[in-house]
């Protein structure tokens, strides 16, 4: 369904009981809510969770951007590189005010809230712009920006900002694929037939590219929050692959370090995905998390 939410449509899907424990999912660059799989959902609702997943603002079938231009990624990532201000189509605290609302639209007072990757990103600002909302806070597989934390190769980076070799389902489903192997969890591979299964029905469902390069854009004006998160008192847990190419994994300590009371779960051969065969020890995690809150 579409709800209005902070001023714009955000599509949004319930899943549970309403009376259950609610949990915010908030996904990553360019991900929509497919990426939270329905079976991983599933284990959730059974422990006892009201479950929202939502398409971020410019992708899936969320408000389009397009009016905002298509940033030259090259020049975002000079600039980046050189220290200098960075001006972006619109920031990640644009995208906590979208989360929090959409909880306002479906009459939600506070969640737990689980942020994967950029989704992390936006899960921080949200404990820190409204922290009575938030009851608990997962953060994976993400970082808090700081600029002396180990970055990911320069093949990992070209990946991110390439495109496919063509314009066809067959050519972005290729595209992605190839990423997925570069920075996919290596001691939990997903089955070939399985992946491009899962990108084939992302890419139908919505594909948006420069979408996604507008939020490449707002994370890298978002900068360094370490000065903020030492404000966090939420109940929180990090969780990071021990072997992700894409955040690699000082970021996860570094956040402990920075979040008081912080846990923390590196998960050997994890890399920068949600493995299924992961998806009962995630579950266990936000559970935990859940009960200190």
Same mark, same amino acid.
């Given at each position: 369904?579409?709800?209005?939410?902070?001023?714009?449509?955000?599509?949004?899907?319930?899943?549970?009981?309403?009376? =259950?424990?609610?949990?915010?999912?908030?996904?990553?660059l =360019?991900?929509?809510?497919?990426?939270?799989?329905?079976?991983? #959902?599933?284990?959730l609702?059974?422990?006892?969770?009201?479950v929202? $997943?939502?398409?971020?603002?410019?992708? @899936?079938?969320?408000?389009?951007?397009?009016?905002?231009?298509?940033?030259?990624?090259?020049? #975002?990532?000079?600039?980046? #590189?050189? @220290?200098?201000?960075?001006?972006?189509?619109?920031?990640?605290?644009?995208?906590?005010?979208?989360?929090?609302?959409?909880?306002?639209?479906?009459?939600? $007072?506070?969640?737990?809230?689980? =942020?994967?990757?950029?989704?992390?990103?936006?899960?921080?600002?949200?404990?820190?712009?409204?922290?009575?909302?938030?009851?608990?806070?997962?953060?994976?597989?993400?970082?808090?920006?700081?600029?002396?934390?180990?970055? /990911?190769?320069?093949?990992?980076r070209?990946?991110?900002?390439?495109?496919?070799?063509?314009? +066809?389902?067959?050519?972005?489903?290729?595209?992605?694929?190839?990423?997925?192997?570069?920075?996919?969890s290596?001691?939990?591979? +997903?089955? /070939? +037939?399985?992946?491009?299964?899962?990108?084939? *029905?992302? #890419?139908?469902?919505?594909?948006?590219?420069?979408?996604?390069? $507008?939020?490449?854009?707002?994370?890298?004006?978002? =900068?360094?929050?370490? /000065?903020?998160? @030492?404000?966090?008192?939420?109940?929180?847990?990090?969780?990071?692959?021990?072997?992700?190419?894409?955040?690699?994994?000082?970021?996860?300590?570094?956040?402990?370090?920075?979040?008081?009371?912080? *846990?923390?779960?590196?998960?050997?051969?994890?890399?920068?995905?949600?493995?299924?065969?992961?998806?009962?020890?995630?579950?266990?995690?936000?559970?935990?998390?859940?009960? $200190?809150?």
């Amino acid at each position: 369904m579409q709800l209005a939410a902070n001023g714009i449509r955000i599509e949004v899907e319930e899943h549970g009981s309403p009376a =259950g424990e609610p949990l915010l999912l908030v996904m990553g660059l =360019g991900m929509q809510l497919l990426g939270w799989h329905e079976d991983l #959902v599933a284990l959730l609702v059974a422990r006892g969770f009201r479950v929202v $997943r939502f398409d971020n603002r410019d992708s @899936g079938l969320s408000e389009r951007f397009d009016r905002r231009g298509v940033p030259n990624l090259a020049q #975002v990532s000079l600039r980046h #590189v050189l @220290g200098l201000r960075i001006e972006s189509p619109y920031a990640l605290v644009d995208m906590a005010h979208d989360a929090l609302a959409v909880l306002d639209a479906l009459g939600i $007072r506070s969640a737990h809230v689980w =942020g994967a990757s950029m989704g992390g990103m936006i899960a921080q600002h949200m404990a820190l712009i409204a922290p009575a909302r938030v009851r608990s806070l997962t953060l994976m597989m993400t970082s808090s920006g700081a600029r002396h934390l180990p970055t /990911p190769s320069l093949k990992v980076r070209s990946a991110l900002v390439s495109r496919p070799a063509a314009n +066809t389902l067959d050519a972005i489903v290729d595209h992605h694929v190839e990423l997925h192997r570069l920075i996919g969890s290596p001691a939990y591979p +997903t089955s /070939p +037939t399985a992946l491009r299964e899962r990108y084939a *029905r992302s #890419v139908r469902r919505s594909y948006r590219p420069a979408g996604t390069a $507008r939020q490449i854009v707002a994370i890298a004006a978002d =900068g360094d929050r370490s /000065p903020q998160l @030492g404000a966090i008192r939420t109940p929180t847990l990090v969780v990071h692959g021990g072997v992700d190419a894409l955040v690699p994994v000082a970021a996860a300590r570094d956040l402990q370090r920075k979040i008081a009371g912080a *846990r923390i779960d590196v998960i050997d051969g994890m890399g920068h995905d949600l493995p299924p065969a992961l998806w009962p020890r995630f579950v266990d995690g936000v559970a935990a998390v859940a009960g $200190r809150s």
